[in-house]
């Protein structure tokens, strides 16, 4: 999609919009509202009409292929704890040494990268980031630094703990530092 589920629900407790192009409502129809698009809305899938044919493969290969659920049958991750997703995953593996010497093939994917962090950078850019290079940095951060969220997703997370049955001693627990609004 053009944007992950979550960024949507990110906005949806920080109480804003979120841009047009980016998700539909439940009948079609492009909203700004974070919460039409969580009771029933899809998102846009990234690419126009090419990135829909290949999410299309996508759920083929994820979910038709294993027998998963697809759509309207997938319950929802936010509002449905009784239930399982029904999800499925696909995972392919690719023998490396059927095509090409697997040392040369780490050799042209280290001259990629290279090419890739030297090309020239975009106005207001410091660095050209690889895919997960962002998280993997992030996520180094937050280890050091603790995870910060807004006050309104730590009250989400504690009323959907308390909906899941979590025991109230476990919620009590948890040490978290709201990021200031």
């Known amino acids: 999609s053009v944007v992950p589920l979550g ?12 841009p047009l192009g980016w998700a539909v409502n439940r009948l079609g129809q492009a909203t700004t509202d974070p919460d039409e698009v969580i009771n029933g809305g899809n998102l846009f899938p990234v690419g126009g009409p090419k990135g829909y ?31 399982p997703n029904d999800i499925s995953h696909f995972f392919m593996a690719i023998r490396i040494d059927a ?5 040369v093939f780490r050799e042209s994917v280290d001259r990629y990268i290279q090419y890739m962090k030297n090309t020239p950078l975009a106005p207001n850019t410091n660095q050209v980031y ?19 969220l807004p006050a309104a997703v730590v009250e989400e997370i504690v009323s959907y703990a308390k909906k899941a049955s979590v025991s109230s001693d476990l919620i009590n627990k948890l040490k978290v530092s709201p990021l200031d609004e």
């Open 99 to 103: 095509f090409m010497d697997p040392r």
């Open 53 to 83: 044919g290949i999410a299309v493969m996508i759920d083929i290969l994820s979910a038709l292929l294993s027998g998963g659920a697809i759509g309207p049958d997938i319950h929802s991750l936010y509002q449905d704890f009784n239930n």
């Open 130 to 148: 690889l895919p997960g290079e962002i998280e993997i940095l992030n996520k180094e951060r937050n280890l050091k630094e603790g995870i910060t």
């Open 7 to 18: 960024r949507i629900v990110a906005a949806k407790s920080k109480g804003e919009s979120i």
